[in-house]
């Protein structure tokens, strides 16, 4: 892959006044990266932990689901304490988790919280620092102090309980039978496990990670939660025609000229004027049925008639035979050889109009990859059939767009050519979650567009 530092070094000279090579991770999204993230936010507790845990005053059954009281409870470190085998996820609004009252035994000094790792074993949440703990003998709420707080109704058998992290508002909260009792600040940093505690002869508890449906309707308590914060950011006023100004800017930036007119024609409205330049023709009007054209030969795959456009139109786009969209054009036009089964001409072609690139070192992936595929009888089911792919060609067509944009005598940036302005909002929507997170000492909703893609494509078909 191409460095951006790599290319404008290798690649200087007209028409490389910005960075073509940026716009690949438009269309070649690393998909291991992706499936990371959200393995990430699948990574959650599944059952108890029996390692770490007061094995002197409890039992963990074989399932790990499920903890009883042995001891004899002869004073207050006579706890039962057993935290999950994994901490609370934070790349999420909300983590929940619930526990069964199977029984409350001779005291119902039953607990259920959150503790750190070192938390000490022979504790109840609550009582130690860096945890919480709602208890159900006297309904009171514990986070680091001896003393206990009123919160709630005390719990025994039969009752369910849950506790959460918000993230969203940083609390902690707490349920019982299917209804919210009460949240607290969370005011503990680090990781936390989802703990369970029993004090007292016959208690048995137990516990469920989301395996079986939970009592609380948590993604109700979700919706509340967004939607109650969504309702501060609705009070924004903003003007009438902005979403349709974002679009249409969006259809400009990359020629797609057809779509903008049946777009203006589905709205029924004028051209809105640019907001950069007053009444003044938007930049992204430049060439447009220029670079309409120039997309539609590069998406046929028609190279040459592209190259003819460019020296009739904008011959200082392609004027530096060692440019980076020179290079980009030629090395598709190899592959177009290829994809048609011409082998011997597409070598030919190689030899006359790919060997010099070779001496550029940020051209070496991307070149190495596509004279590689004359080593596969079928190219496009190879590890580098991705070069046979239309997106490969979408992203030589947005590179000379790019080039074409830069040439515009009224731009002051190049650098606002790469990208149009609804994707420079999204970018600032991930830069601002990122800080929000950050803010948070990286918990809550992590915003990943891909992710929101997908749960949007999911929604329109359920």
């Known amino acids: 892959m191409v460095t951006n530092q790599d290319a404008e070094a290798a690649a200087p000279g007209a028409g490389a006044a910005v960075d073509p090579m940026r716009l690949a991770s438009r269309w070649r999204r690393s998909r291991p990266e ?31 689901l499920s903890v009883k009281y042995l001891g004899s409870h002869h004073h207050g470190h006579d706890v039962g304490v057993v935290q999950a ?3 609370a996820p934070t790349r999420r609004a909300v983590y929940y988790f619930e526990m069964g009252v199977r029984n409350a035994g001779y005291k119902g000094q039953t607990s259920i919280g959150f503790t750190s790792e070192s938390f000490k074993m022979r504790r109840q949440p609550g009582w130690e620092t860096n945890s919480c703990g709602y ?41 019982k039978n299917g209804t919210l009792v009460g949240a607290i600040p969370k005011e503990i940093k680090g990781p936390l496990y989802p703990t369970i505690a029993v004090h007292s002869y016959g208690e048995e508890l137990t ?63 004028d051209r809105p004027t640019s907001r950069q330049n007053g009444n003044a023709e938007p930049p992204e009007m430049y060439g447009l049925s220029h670079r309409k054209l120039l997309r539609q030969l590069i998406m046929s795959g028609d190279i040459d008639s592209t190259f003819k456009r ?11 035979e060692q440019s980076v969209i020179c290079f980009l054009l030629r090395s598709q036009r190899f592959i177009e050889y290829i994809r048609a089964e011409q082998l011997e001409v597409a070598v030919k072609y190689g030899r006359a ?41 979408e992203f030589v067509a947005d590179a000379v767009n790019a080039a074409v944009l830069s040439t515009n005598p009224t731009v002051k940036d190049p650098e606002s050519c790469l990208y149009s302005c609804l994707e420079k909002l999204l970018k600032q929507l991930t830069v601002c979650s990122f800080e929000r997170r950050a803010f948070n000492n990286y918990q809550g909703d992590a915003f990943l567009l891909h992710k929101e893609v997908q749960n949007y ?6």
């Open 34 to 64: 992706w499936n990371c993230a959200s393995a990430e936010l699948e990574a959650e507790p599944s059952e108890l932990n029996t390692v770490n845990s007061s094995g002197l005053f409890s039992v963990v059954s074989t399932d790990k």
């Open 85 to 87: 085998d994994r901490p």
């Open 135 to 175: 208890h159900g003998d006297d309904g009171h709420l514990y986070r680091g102090q001896g003393k206990g707080e009123s919160f709630g109704p005390k719990f025994t058998s039969g009752d369910i309980i849950g506790a959460g992290i918000n993230y969203l508002s940083q609390e902690f909260f707490f349920t």
């Open 207 to 269: 516990v469920n990670f989301g395996k079986e449906p939970f009592c609380f309707d948590v993604e109700g308590y979700i919706l509340e939660d967004k939607m109650r914060q969504q309702s501060v950011s609705d009070k924004l006023n903003l003007e009438p025609d902005i979403s349709h100004w974002i679009v249409r800017s969006y259809l400009l930036h990359y020629g797609y000229q057809d779509t903008l007119n049946a777009f203006d024609m589905a709205n029924a409205t």
């Open 310 to 320: 460019l020296r009739e139109w904008y011959p200082q786009v392609i004027k530096d």
């Open 353 to 393: 109009n790919l060997a010099s690139f070779f001496t550029h070192k940020a051209f070496e992936g991307l070149l190495k990859d596509s004279v590689a595929l004359l080593a596969y009888e079928k190219p496009t089911e190879s590890c580098l059939g991705y070069l046979m792919d239309s997106s490969q060609r």
């Open 457 to 462: 494509e999911r929604s329109r078909r359920s």
